[in-house]
């Protein structure tokens, strides 16, 4: 199984960023995704979840601001971050929590992360 993201960049005070991630393998079934960030020094954080049935999470420095969805059809999570603050800076990490048809057992993945940068 793999996490492809991508959408991050270098964006103004304000600004908004779209990220995306694919999951790809032997996915029986997904259970959750979600979006964590870090920065040197501290500990990767949870930003947004969104469960199987559609239920979401979000950390309380983003609410409001950010939204995640998810295409079950491509195996896809959105997370579309507006107003974006430049504490919201951070290296952004995708997760998957999924049944992996091969090894028969839930599994957590991750992808490799995508870094967001808001400065003016």
């Known amino acids: 199984v793999q996490l492809q993201a991508s959408g991050g960049g270098l964006v103004q005070p304000g600004g908004s960023l779209r990220l995306s991630c694919a999951a790809s393998?032997?996915?029986?079934?997904?259970?959750?995704m979600g979006w964590y960030r870090q920065t040197p020094g501290k500990t990767r954080e949870l930003v947004a979840v969104?469960?199987?049935?559609?239920?979401?999470n979000y950390a309380d420095s983003v609410k409001g601001r950010f939204t995640i969805s998810r295409d079950n059809a491509k195996n896809t999570v959105y997370l579309q971050m507006n107003n974006l603050k430049p504490e919201d800076t951070a290296v952004y990490y995708c997760?998957?929590?999924?049944?992996?048809?091969?090894?028969?057992?839930?599994?957590?993945?991750w992808g490799k992360g995508t870094q967001v940068t808001v400065s003016s």
């Open positions: 997760n998957a929590n999924l049944f992996n048809s091969r090894y028969l057992r839930t599994m957590d993945y």
């Open positions: 393998g032997n996915i029986g079934s997904i259970n959750a």
């Open positions: 969104i469960t199987s049935g559609d239920s979401t």
